[in-house]
Structure formats: structure tokens, C-alpha cells
């Protein structure tokens, strides 16, 4: 029976999931585990992995791996071109964690617009401030939704934010959608100086590339409207921060919600801590147990696909 060996040690909660969602016709094992079977890579036919670094040296433990299935859509922490060199296919889950990350940047505007955690706290305080923030606290009704990077994330986005009488999306990606993928969706391709110009919320949801490192640079964060608000729950460096810090701290812009950042774990030197205009998460986009189901079963599945000789989804290199 082919091997699947998970690389991260999770809770029992969530390992007890992922062997619930096992095909019976493959055996799955954990490099480091807390209810489940322990394995290591000489026995693994294929990887999955949630954060784990996969080194080249990783893969070559491995003599007998056919494959690395990723339970998320990021793959930087993949060494994708030592795998291709021994034939091996880096895959993602698809739209498996497409709401979940959605619904968090739905939650980052709403705390921005409202003033949410400033509020939470000040309450918690006993202080009371039904009037205070009046004049800075926003409706997203009536702004411009710019979405940057128009995958799957970004297309959620659009859907879910359609109730809420937005002005109008518009978006920019490497490659235009369809006429009809546009007109579903009521989104309208512009360049990405424009979109950074013209948009009262701006959502970057880029993968990490070479292309796409720093692509929100200092010059397109001081373009942004005054009360225009920045959320990225792509990857940290996606985004110049210390540009990002210095424009929230000038209050050029409203504020910005950020679940990635560059060194993760944030750490005490990251230029946004402290700062009362920003909403901070530790990478949560897909952390819901709905979602983590979702992905332990695409994953299974793909992972069958490639079992039963059949081609995977999602590959990447």
C-alpha cells in the first residue's frame, strides 16, 4: 500500500480530520505525530504539507516520491524546480481555501471602516465612544473595490462583496479575464497605477513570485486616496511594509489589514506593530475547520488521482 506522510505536526483535533479524509486504498502517516502513525520520508510515495520547508534535501530522502501535494494555494515554501528535476509535481488545492481567506479581507475592511479593535479596546476600558469616530468610520457601500491579483481569492471577493452596493470592481492580474468572466463577476481590468489611484479598498491576493515581490512599492502606496485602505493576505513581501508603515503612521491613507507578513512569526522590529490604523492577524486566511476539511479532501483526492495513474490538478511546476 503507497504511503502518504503529512511534514507538519498539527493539534489531534485537526490530525484526527486529515485520517478521517484518507482514501482506504492508501496509507497516510505523520513525520511527528500526536494520535496518528508515525512515518518518515525513506517510506513516502507522496508528501503533503501544509507550512513545512521543503527542501531539495527533503525531496531527496525521499527515492520513492511521486508527488507533493500542498493542503494551501502558496508554494514558496516548495522547492519546485528541485522537484521538476526529478519529475515530481508540486500540486495546490484549488478553490478549497478561496471563502475562508475571503471572508477574513470582508472582516479587515469591516474593522477598518468601523474602527473595530480601537473601539473593542476602549470599551473593554470602560470608556465610552458612541460619536468619536464618526467622521473617520466608513459604509462599504458606495466605494471602489480594487482587487489586485483576480484568482480565485480575488473572484470570491468580487461575490461576496455584490450585497454590499459597492460603486464598482475593478482589477488587475497578469493575465485578463474573460469578457464573460467580467461581466459575471461586474469587474473592470485597469492598469495597476490606476487601480491604486481610483480604489477605496485595495485587496492584493498576488502569489509570491519573482514578478510580484515588492509589486506594491512605495510609489503606488503614495498614490492611494487619503481614505483609501490596503489589506493583503497574499504574502509579506508582496508589499512594501516599510512604505506601507510610513504612510499609516503619516496618515496618508486610512489604514491596512494585514494577515502575511515578510518574517513570520511577526517579530518585534516589523514597522506596523504599534500602530492604531492597522488590523494584524498571524495568517489565519484559511484557518477554519470548515476550510481544513475542504482541503484535506481535495488534497486525498488529488492524491488519488495520482495513485490511480491519472493526472493530478493544480500542479505548479
Avoid at 502513525?37 to 513516502?44: F, R, Y
Avoid at 461586474?186 to 515581490?213: F, H, W
Avoid at 490596503?230 to 491613507?253: E, M, Q, Y
Wanted: hydrophobic share 40%; proline share 4%; net charge negative.
Amino acid at each position: 500500500m503507497n504511503t502518504i506522510l503529512y511534514l507538519d505536526t498539527i493539534s489531534p483535533e485537526l490530525e484526527q480530520v486529515m485520517i478521517d479524509s484518507c482514501p482506504e486504498h492508501l496509507s497516510l502517516k505523520f513525520l511527528n505525530p500526536t494520535v496518528g502513525t508515525k512515518g518518515n520520508l525513506v517510506e513516502a510515495d507522496y508528501l503533503l504539507v501544509s507550512g513545512y520547508q521543503v527542501t531539495a534535501d527533503t525531496i531527496d530522502q525521499a527515492p520513492n516520491l511521486k508527488m507533493i501535494q500542498r493542503t494551501g494555494v502558496g508554494y514558496e515554501r516548495v522547492d519546485v524546480e528541485h522537484a521538476a528535476s526529478r519529475n515530481i509535481p508540486v500540486c495546490l488545492v484549488g478553490e478549497a481555501n478561496s471563502d475562508s481567506v475571503a471572508e477574513l479581507i470582508v472582516m479587515h475592511i469591516l474593522a477598518l471602516y468601523r474602527k473595530l479593535i480601537i473601539l473593542d479596546s476602549a470599551t473593554r476600558r470602560k470608556e465610552w465612544h458612541p460619536m468619536t469616530y464618526k467622521c473617520c468610520s466608513y459604509e462599504i457601500k458606495g466605494k471602489t473595490l480594487g482587487i489586485v491579483g483576480a484568482g480565485r481569492i480575488g473572484r470570491a471577493l468580487a461575490r461576496k462583496l455584490s450585497g454590499f452596493c459597492l460603486n464598482g470592481v475593478i482589477y488587475h492580474n497578469r493575465h485578463r479575464l474573460a469578457d464573460e468572466q467580467e461581466r459575471e463577476l461586474g469587474m473592470r481590468y485597469c492598469e495597476l497605477d490606476e487601480l491604486m489611484k481610483t480604489a477605496d479598498i485595495i485587496s492584493v491576493n498576488t502569489p509570491l513570485t519573482n514578478q510580484s515581490a515588492n509589486l506594491i512599492n512605495k510609489s503606488l502606496i503614495d498614490s492611494m486616496k487619503p481614505n483609501a485602505i490596503l489589506i493583503n493576505t497574499s504574502r509579506g513581501p508582496t508589499i512594501d511594509n516599510f512604505a506601507l508603515a510610513d504612510a499609516l503612521r503619516n496618515n496618508k491613507i486610512l489604514g491596512a489589514g494585514l494577515d502575511v507578513f515578510i518574517k513570520e512569526p511577526i517579530t518585534p522590529e516589523d514597522p506596523l506593530i504599534g500602530l492604531d490604523n492597522v488590523v494584524l492577524t498571524p495568517h489565519i486566511g484559511a484557518a477554519t475547520i470548515d476550510c481544513y476539511r475542504t482541503s484535506c479532501m481535495s488534497s486525498m483526492e488529488n492524491i488519488s488521482r495520482m495513485h490511480a495513474g491519472e493526472q493530478p490538478l493544480w500542479i505548479v511546476n
